[in-house]
């Protein structure tokens, strides 16, 4: 009986620790710092290689996490209790380009990082590079190119490209079809797709750094 308990108290420690490194992992990974350090300027080299915008020491930055977990209690139930559910939990950077030193249309960057209790799922999932362009006085031309270093069906390195006006004498653009389309393309389990390709992206863009 001793040597039953003995057991069970043994594998109760051995299952604590693995939550508990486990978890120390998860939050390590949201570690604000080391991520600037890890997917800032020190990634540009991987950047250059795909084709992406490198980040300039110039630009603006913020940290982003999802809302659910602004909370000055750093081991709050709630993040026990996301942390637990093997859900994916999102964060990321944002960089804007700094309003002293604008650089041709290039407008900001957003950067998509997971953590998760799996650990070997934690890393860098996307970034879209976006870019905008003033038509005319009331009309604006959007861009945006992002890159998945890995999406949430596990396809790999491949590009994604929008292009869309916006006049702002004209009705509100209503994102409710947009959002359902986006929903089919997850569930389908193929790579997302925008409704340009990225070469026809790049050739935009040339367009507008020409003109």
Known sequence: MKNRIKKIFLVLIGIFLIGFISYKTTMRSQNEKLNYEKYGINFNQTRTEVGLKEISENWKSDYLIDEDYIN???VSQLKLKEVFSFSDIKNGIIYENDSNNKSGTFKSKII???????FW???IESEMDVYEKNLDSVTTENLSIRYYYK??????DYFEADYYQINENEI???GTP???????QRISGKPYFGNITKKKADSILE???KN
Do not use: T, Y
């Not at 998509?112 to 799996?118: A, F, K």
């Not at 947009?178 to 089919?184: F, G, L, T």
């Open 151 to 156: 999406d949430d069906n596990e396809n790999k």
């Open 112 to 118: 998509w990082l997971n953590s998760n209790i799996m």
């Open 207 to 209: 367009k507008w750094n």
């Open 121 to 123: 799922k934690n890393g």
């Open 72 to 74: 000055d209690n750093p």
């Open 178 to 184: 947009a959002v359902m389309e986006r929903e089919e």
């Open 172 to 174: 509100g653009f209503c």
